[in-house]
């Protein structure tokens, strides 16, 4: 009879721990959804391209981005979201709302980027990254046919 007490009493207690508080969950903001971010990259031409990174779920409460990196110049498997947060948290710059876009100008022709943003919760601890990498297109020289300097008998006279 004791040990059947003692279950029936563990259960209980089980059961009132696990119950979750009315009005929302605990893992989210005040609204019980956590944000949700997205970023992608579009218009690459013409050794430019234009980022844009917004919110799909949650509120804003903060974010960090950072736009153009190259990927050959970073150290850290960016596909590991530690890693990705804790890169972008010490490279970031602080954005003050969503969507957020940039152009990016002067990029290397053939050359492998990386753009990557985090957003933080109402209690500042970043709940959600996101990252978006793009090979630039364009010319190789990064200059387009119309900004040509023309031909070089037109330019030297001693040609």
Request: aromatic share 8%; charged share 20%; hydrophobic share 35%.
């Given at each position: ?55 799909t ?12 990196v ?37 990029l ?13 919760d ?38």
């Amino acid at each position: 009879m004791k040990r059947f007490l003692l279950f029936t009493a563990s259960l209980c207690l089980m059961a009132v721990s696990c119950n979750k508080p009315e009005g929302g969950d605990d893992n989210g903001g005040s609204d019980g959804v956590m944000p949700e971010v997205t970023i992608a990259v579009t218009d690459n031409a013409d050794n430019q391209a234009t980022v844009t990174a917004q919110l799909t779920a949650g509120q804003f409460y903060g974010a960090k981005i950072v736009t153009g990196v190259r990927i050959s110049d970073i150290t850290i498997d960016y596909s590991k979201e530690i890693a990705l947060i804790q890169y972008v948290e010490a490279n970031g710059k602080d954005i003050s709302e969503l969507p957020y876009t940039e152009q990016l100008t002067d990029l290397i022709y053939h050359q492998e980027y990386m753009c990557a943003i985090i957003v933080y919760d109402e209690t500042g601890r970043a709940c959600d990254s996101a990252f978006d990498t793009f090979i630039a297109e364009g010319e190789p020289d990064g200059i387009a046919n119309d900004s040509s300097a023309g031909n070089l008998e037109d330019n030297n006279p001693m040609l």
